[in-house]
């Protein structure tokens, strides 16, 4: 007959072998279960490994890393020629007794600071939460189109490599990395640079790239220029850098030079934030007259230009135009860039490009709030460069992308006929959808999630002169894109009625 231990091990653990966890882990698992629970009391003797394997048909093997795992944690004392002995680890922490008034609420945390901090205005979140099963977003990526077989395999090889525990322990480069020459290598033959790795650094992300860079480049005070519609993001970022944000208006050519140079004069701009390539949210692209007739006001007046390249890599129609940046020779352009944009946001990376001494400084910002980075994202990413990978990628999800775009342009036309106008963009991931005659956009999106569609606050551009949506498809297969443009067209025509 089974010891009374065996039987109550019998009632207590239960193996599911198909289960993505480890066997030795369910046990372990479920053994502590039993000791926290009281029904293995300390000084209980648990079966020998044969035993063990026979009870739950398992390799014995498996039962010695069961016992090795619950030793490893401090559950049991494992003794040499004698057995296995269930302990109860002591408890480290003790509860803290109140000596306040207030004995009723002291185990639950207090929601509120025992002393005053100064909140900000401009950084308040822009996610919306919502239940709807159908959504519209400002033109992400499709994460669907991650190739996660690939990457799992490509992951566990950086994570193999002998030199990453080297790297990662070394206090100091004596030179850059590998990743950092990869990446110039692979801008320099895409984007047309001419840069070396100490006119670079590689970021988290752009909102991070910006928030450092507005760090070196702004006081408060300091005027921003930015397009009549903006990025949302840049200008918080600005804002809680405590810049004045002044707006230029936009044509079909891009920001209005001509604007700025009657507007202001030399030395009252501190900066100019563009998307030269689509800007954001409208698409239009800055000219090549205008981006040289920018860069000579820039020199002339002594500002900088941040020039937000968000989308790069989405080019369907023809040649993408080469960064303002590949042609400064004044040093008055600082890049912000994304690499991996078709890859899962883990894997991707933001990038700036500047002169040597900007760049030098902002890497010391880098350090205070990312000092550890990343050293396997940075393995993998030069592996797929210098291997080719992050171009094969791309050139596949364009030819995606670039059906999903002209397939939502098809759809529009069907089902609006007219009062929507659009252009389609010779790339990226949203339209620009005008609507005519005006409505309300709050309305619209009121109604539209009554249709179970959602249309967060952050694509809805309205003013007297603008009734505008940035209607991103990236992220939308053809099924998706159908079924959204008839939910849109009923609250349009439900609006439009009312």
Same mark, same amino acid.
């Given at each position: ?44 003797? %648990? ?75 401009? *950084? ?20 669907? %189109? ?69 760090? *070196? ?74 981006? !040289? ?42 890049? !912000? ?91 990226? %991931? ?10 309300? !956009?709050?309305? *619209? ?50 609006? %439009?009625?009312?």
């Amino acid at each position: 007959m089974n010891s009374p231990v065996d039987e109550l091990l019998k009632q207590l653990i239960y193996l599911e072998k198909s289960n993505s966890t480890a066997v030795y882990i369910q046990a372990a698992q479920q053994i502590i279960n039993a000791i926290q629970r009281g029904y293995l009391i300390e000084g209980t003797w %648990l079966p020998g490994t044969r035993t063990f394997s026979q009870l739950f048909n398992i390799n014995r093997n498996t039962v010695v890393a069961i016992y090795n795992e619950l030793a490893s944690q401090g559950w049991v004392e494992i003794i040499p020629n004698k057995g296995t002995c269930v302990l109860v680890p002591e408890q480290k922490t003790a509860a803290i007794k109140a000596t306040s008034q207030r004995i009723d609420q002291v185990y639950e945390y207090s929601r509120t600071t025992g002393f005053s901090f100064q909140p900000s205005l401009n *950084l308040a979140p822009t996610h919306e939460h919502n239940q709807n099963k159908y959504s519209i977003n400002d033109g992400q990526p499709d994460l669907r %189109l991650h190739p996660t077989h690939q990457f799992s395999k490509w992951y566990s090889a950086s994570m193999k490599r002998k030199s990453l525990i080297s790297k990662w322990n070394q206090s100091a480069l004596s030179s850059y990395s590998v990743f950092e020459t990869q990446l110039c290598n692979y801008l320099n033959a895409t984007r047309g640079f001419h840069i070396k790795p100490h006119n670079l650094m590689s970021t988290r992300s752009t909102e991070m790239s910006l928030y450092i860079v507005s760090q *070196l480049l702004l006081k408060p005070n300091d005027i921003v220029l930015v397009g009549n519609l903006s990025n949302y993001a840049a200008n918080m970022i600005f804002q809680q850098s405590g810049a004045i944000i002044k707006t230029i208006p936009i044509d079909d050519d891009g920001i209005d030079i001509e604007y700025i140079r009657k507007h202001f004069t030399k030395h009252s701009i501190r900066c100019i934030y563009v998307c030269a390539h689509r800007h954001y949210p409208t698409t239009k692209t800055l000219s090549a007259e205008r981006r !040289l007739q920018l860069m000579q006001l820039a020199k002339d007046y002594q500002f900088a230009i941040i020039e937000d390249d968000y989308d790069y890599d989405f080019q369907f129609d023809g040649s993408a135009m080469l960064p303002m940046a590949s042609s400064d020779a004044n040093g008055v352009i600082i890049y !912000l860039g994304k690499l991996g944009q078709s890859l899962f946001p883990s894997f991707q990376t933001g990038f700036v490009i500047a002169p040597e001494n900007l760049i030098s400084e902002a890497k010391n910002y880098l350090k205070l709030l990312d000092r550890q980075g990343d050293l396997i994202q940075e393995q993998m990413l030069s592996e797929l460069i210098y291997e080719g990978e992050m171009h094969r990628l791309i050139k596949k999800n364009i030819i995606v992308y670039k059906q999903r775009r002209d397939f939502l342009c098809k759809c529009l036309s069907e089902n609006f006929k007219k009062h929507v106008f659009w252009e389609k963009p010779s790339g990226g %991931l949203a339209l620009w959808l005008r609507f005519e005659p005006k409505i309300s !956009l709050v309305k *619209l999106a009121e109604q539209a999630q009554r249709n179970d569609l959602f249309l967060p606050k952050t694509i809805l551009y309205q003013d007297k002169n603008t009734c505008s949506i940035r209607f991103g498809f990236g992220d939308l297969n053809e099924e998706e894109i159908e079924i959204i443009v008839k939910k849109l067209k009923m609250a349009y025509d439900s609006v %439009l009625n009312s």
